[in-house]
């Protein structure tokens, strides 16, 4: 989570040309439509920040796409570099600069926030607390498979799943997280 708040400033900054912090609310989320461990960080942005040394606000009307996708990039790979500090990471993290040379993928929803800003903050609970998959789209557990359904986001199409049930068990214990944890912060 600090590591997109601090990318989002830096990002906020190049774009300005001068020091910025923007005003944030960040959610952890680690699952996807099947259950499947697929952490990912939803945020609610400013469109701008507080400059401190001239003590305003700065609006951006135009915010380069790009250069969010390289920034992300870099601020995500080196904070792995930094907590893991083996060889292994530092290969696998010189293979992910080669392999993505346009930086990584920060879906961005453009846009205006929306006037029923109550019907969003629902949204967010309801993403927030959902289990990571419903028990609606179990359609079979026979005490040694569960075969489950989801649609797919490159389809479009509901795909069927059937694993054991340690493993089903297993992606679903992998998502429950520490006591305190705080999965939606405030930044800004």
Same mark, same amino acid.
């Given at each position: 989570m600090q590591c997109g708040v601090k990318c989002l400033d830096d990002f906020f900054s190049a774009v300005s040309g001068k020091a910025l912090k923007g005003g944030y609310i960040v959610v952890i989320q680690t699952h996807?439509?099947?259950?499947?461990?697929?952490?990912?960080?939803?945020?609610?942005?400013?469109? *701008?920040?507080?400059?401190?040394?001239?003590?305003?606000? %700065?609006?951006?009307? !135009?915010?380069?796409?790009? &250069?969010?996708?390289? =920034?992300?990039?870099?601020?995500?790979?080196?904070?792995?570099?930094?907590?893991?500090?083996?060889?292994?990471?530092?290969?696998?993290?010189?293979?992910?600069?080669?392999?993505?040379?346009? *930086?990584?993928?920060?879906?961005?929803?453009?846009?205006? %926030?929306?006037?029923? !800003?109550?019907?969003?903050? &629902?949204?967010?609970? =309801?993403?927030?607390?959902r289990p990571p998959i419903s028990v609606?789209?179990?359609?079979?557990?026979?005490?040694?498979?569960v075969t489950s359904h989801s649609r797919s986001h490159k389809t479009d199409r509901v795909e069927r799943e059937r694993v054991d049930v340690s493993t089903f068990i297993g992606r679903m214990m992998q998502q429950v997280f520490p006591k305190g944890l705080k999965r939606i912060r405030y930044y800004g």
């Open positions: 996807g439509r099947n259950g499947q461990y697929n952490p990912h960080l939803p945020i609610i942005s400013t469109s *701008g920040g507080w400059d401190p040394e001239g003590q305003q606000w %700065v609006h951006l009307g !135009y915010l380069p796409y790009p &250069m969010l996708h390289k =920034k992300w990039q870099w601020y995500a790979l080196e904070m792995c570099r930094e907590t893991v500090k083996t060889d292994e990471i530092n290969t696998l993290i010189d293979t992910c600069y080669q392999r993505y040379p346009n *930086g990584f993928v920060a879906n961005v929803q453009k846009g205006d %926030v929306p006037a029923r !800003y109550r019907s969003l903050a &629902m949204y967010w609970a =309801k993403y927030v607390v609606r789209r179990i359609d079979r557990d026979d005490g040694q498979q």
